[in-house]
């Protein structure tokens, strides 16, 4: 008999959850409580457990699509009754009226959020692996069984000596979405809900300082070329976004109070945290999320380029849990993936300045008393004044700016 | 000063465990839209199973709060079947038969502890033997009613144990927003009443605790007030996400002290107790809710039943108010049946 499964609320009073990935496909058969699929809701992403065992006979909404509470999730025959399953082709989903067919056989592979990430860190293409799960999924134990280390095709541009690239790996992909949204309104919610409360908040509550500086980055598109032919065989590129998350990870072990925070609403304490940990603002197809690279003070170049990609790519792909998303001590910013050169980026709550970096590129500057075309790096300290004067503001920045300007003092540690 | 035997811990394991598998379950059947929220209690089964082992079912009362119904079935088997009415959103659920000493669960906070505090001393007025446990939890001590309850409790030298389950989060203000005192067991010293506090993580040490403490409300030597510190892991309720607060290594480390793993550690050295045991613990538990749960739905539920438990009879606003819903319901036939959360 088929069992309809309507989507519950699961937390309280809420109207309904976005639907991000079905772990089952039609003509699975799934047990009690297996997870069929996982939905976003604006509380919090969840696992939803198969309420019957059985076939399932249609899913109920193809993934990113919001379905309210009380519509149809999924279909499932739970073997009760075998005359039963003629409905099972297409679900109307009640409102929308819209049709959705079941899916199809191109959809991306089936793994769970947590073995997408074990491939990605593998370096493994799950399109490349036999799922020996029900219905063809890929298991956690398919990926180690696979696991010849071998780049992934999405993290791991060929290693090269060609000339100078400045665009990096942190680029934002300027979506045919971007800046569109049909008249009306819109609640907030999901990610926009959680930038705009967490934005709102920092407004309201840090007085900002911004320092600006702009650099010449000669000596660092050079340090960048000549250490990317130094590539270990299947390491990230280096990318000017690596080399300053370094830098800052390295000045803010000079500098603890850059890296604390004011807590307390009043303000009432100094937090010192006892480790480095660098968000990475990055902008993807749900929005802006800004995953946390930990104790980034005790990473080299190389190590530092592997955890951004690896972290900012899961961050695109939406298969980030909360606690990759906090946490962080610091944020870098690169507004100039897309060509600005000053910003004035605003502090996460829960820290106490943020670094932006502009876009390299030739620029008139004086040398030795001539102007000369020479490719320059802009950065923007914003500060929390609450915690860091001007002196402390200018100092940091430099720390940075120097050892960007220079970059073999990055090898010298300390 | 009482030691529980090997076999007592045992007996508490086995419902430890089966509490886990249980909650397990019954967020399952949240997440499936068939119960109302849930708080787990994970994290909590050590010191709420051996509590109940170290007190006497036919004479002493526990006013639990909301976690640890799961962890209470020295108390009856009905403590479950009732937990599992509630859960589908039945009124009845919240009424234990009168053999069962166990109170219904308390969602508004510490509302508890003064009713755990006023039966104390009433049995006492009565002559009856026996002693009041009541759980509550670290936000709780913050409330009105616990300082209210724990002060008249000293005063009246009431037999009763305040027990309160230190989980380091009151959803999600950590302790330390929570207090300026350096423990929550300091706070009995205003109250003229003993003050423990205890790794409620260790099956034996709670069991002494509560041992102890009952001793000495039975010798009419009055209430004591114990902090029993655990760490929660999971969420406050299945309407909380913790990744958005709790720190992850900070709940590694507290899940590498998961108190289920250290007494079954404990006991497997000792030869009592084994992947087998547990195997079927867990599979007879499951079994048990399954039972419980299709008690629970089946049960008759009449639309008007939430007026039902109020006053003995009801006032005019709630008979017009009886009147009205049953008007509604009759007239859109849509007397829903199962769950109302």
Known sequence: MPHVFRLP???????????VEWYVAVGDLVDRDQALVEVLTDKASSDLPSPVAGTVLALGAAEGVRLRVGEVLIEIDDGTDSKASETSETLIVSGDSHTIAPRTATARPKAAPATRRLALELGLDLADLNGTGPGGRITADDVHRSATPRPSRSLTPSASTQPIETEDDNEPKVGAGLGQLPVGHHTLRGVRGIVARNMAQAWAEIPHIHTMDELDASLLMDFQARIRTMDRPGATRITPLTIVAVAAARALRRFPVVNGHIEGRPADSIVIPDGIHLGIATATERGLLVPVIRHADTLDLFAMADQIATTTASARSGDLTQADLTGATFTVTNYGSLGGRFATPIIPPGQGAILGIGAIAERPIAVDGEVLARPTLPVVLGADHRLIDGDLAEVFRRAVVDDLTEPLHLLMGG | MARPTETQLRDILVDMVEARAQGGRLWNLQRQGQVGTVAPVDGHEAVVAATAHALDPLHDWIFPQYREPLALQRFGPEVLEQYMLYNVGHPDGSRLPPSVRVAPIAISLATQIPHAVGLAWGMT????????????????????????????????????????????????????????????????????????????????????????????????????????????????????????????????????????????????????WDDELRTTTEAEALARID??????????????????????????????????????TTATGAAESGVSQ
Request: contains cysteine; aromatic residues 6%.
């Open chain 1, 9 to 19: 609320d699961i937390g309280e009073g809420l109207e309904d959850a976005e639907i």
């Open chain 2, 125 to 272: 007025l009565q002559n009856e033997p026996g002693v009041v446990t009541v759980f509550f939890g670290d936000g709780s001590s913050s409330e009105g009613d616990f300082h209210e309850a724990a002060n008249l409790a000293g005063v009246l030298r009431a037999p009763a144990i305040l027990l309160c389950v230190n989980n380091q989060w009151a959803i999600s203000t950590p302790l330390h927003q929570q207090t300026a005192a350096k423990t929550l067991a300091d706070r009995a010293t205003g109250y003229g009443i003993p003050g423990v506090r205890i790794d409620g993580n260790d099956a034996a040490e709670v069991y002494d605790a509560v041992d102890q403490a009952r001793q000495r409300a039975l010798h009419g030597d009055g209430p004591t007030l114990i902090e029993a510190v655990v760490y929660r892991l999971g969420a406050h309720t299945t309407a909380d996400d913790p990744t958005r607060y709790i720190p992850a290594e900070e709940l590694e480390a507290a899940q590498r002290d998961d108190p289920i793993t250290r007494l079954a550690t404990h006991l497997a050295s000792k030869g009592l």
């Open chain 2, 291 to 328: 039972k419980a749960f299709e008690r629970a739905i089946t049960q008759p539920l009449a639309p008007d039943a939430v007026f039902d438990h109020c006053f003995t009879s009801d006032t005019p606003r709630m008979a017009r108010q009886r009147n009205a819903l049953l008007e509604a």
